[in-house]
C-alpha cells in the first residue's frame, strides 16, 4: 500500500469496494425483477409501456410452452439437456420477467435458471430464439461444468450460443458483418460480434479486453457444434434436419 493510500484509508476503501463491485458485476442491473428492484413508473404506465406486467407473463409464459412443446431446436436442446443429467422443470428453470429493453433473455448460472425478457420478447419466433440461446449455456453449465466467472469459460459458450442458434447470413447483415463475396467470414464476424457485445453486457470490461479473449478461444469454440450438431440457417429446413439427427447423438 502507498503511503497516499494509507494516508487516506477511505478513498482506498471505495476503489477496494468499486474493484469488488467491478468483479462480481453479473449483469444483473439489466434484470431488475431478479433484482427485486422493479417497480413501475406512473410515467411509463400513462403511456403503456409498463403496467401490464400481468398480461405480458402469461403471453410470455404460452409462448414459452408452446416452443417447448413444439419447436425442434427447443426439444433438440431439451432432450441434450436431458440425456446429459440436467432435465428442465420449465417451472424451475425459466422464468419470464421484466428485463431492461437492451436484452431478449439471459441465463443466471447461479439459480440454473433462463430468463425470457416478456416485455421484450413478445412474440413466439423471439421467445423460440431466447430458449435456444440460453438454452446452450445451460448445456455447457451442465455437460462440460463451464464456471461463467471465468472469462475465457463465458466467451466460449457466447461464441457457441452465437454459432448454432443466432448468425445467419441476415443477421451478419443487419449486424453490418455481411459481404457477398465472403459469406463465410461473414458468419465468424456476426458470431464474434454478438459475443463481444454479450460478454460486455453480462461483465463490465472494456472493449478491447473483451475482443482478445473472444480471438483467444475462438477456433476452439467456433468449431464445436454439440448438441445441435450443426449452424441453424434462418428460412431453412435445419431446425428439423437437428431434430432429426437428434437420435444419433443419443437425445431422444
Known sequence: MSEEDKSNPTQNASKVNKTEQKQESWGYDLYPERRGTFTPKLSNILIGKEGKEG?????????VYECVKNSPIVKVMMA???????????RRHISCEVCDYSVSGGYDPELNQIVVCQNVSTRKGMVQGVLA????????????DLNFKNMEHLACSEIRAANLTHCSFVSAWSQGDASWTKVKQAHQDCVKT??????MAVRQ??????VDIIEKVFPKCYADLEPIGRRIRRNSDDMLRAFKEAAYYGYE
Not at 470490461?205 to 473483451?210: D, N
Open 55 to 63: 398480461i405480458e407473463k402469461f403471453k410470455c409464459e404460452k409462448n
Open 194 to 199: 454478438k459475443a463481444l457485445y454479450s460478454v
Open 205 to 210: 470490461i472494456g472493449k478491447a479486453e473483451a
Open 133 to 144: 440461446h440460453e438454452m446452450i449455456h445451460m448445456f455447457d453449465y451442465c455437460r462440460n
Open 80 to 90: 441434450a439437456l436431458k440425456s446429459s443429467g440436467c432435465p428442465v422443470d420449465i
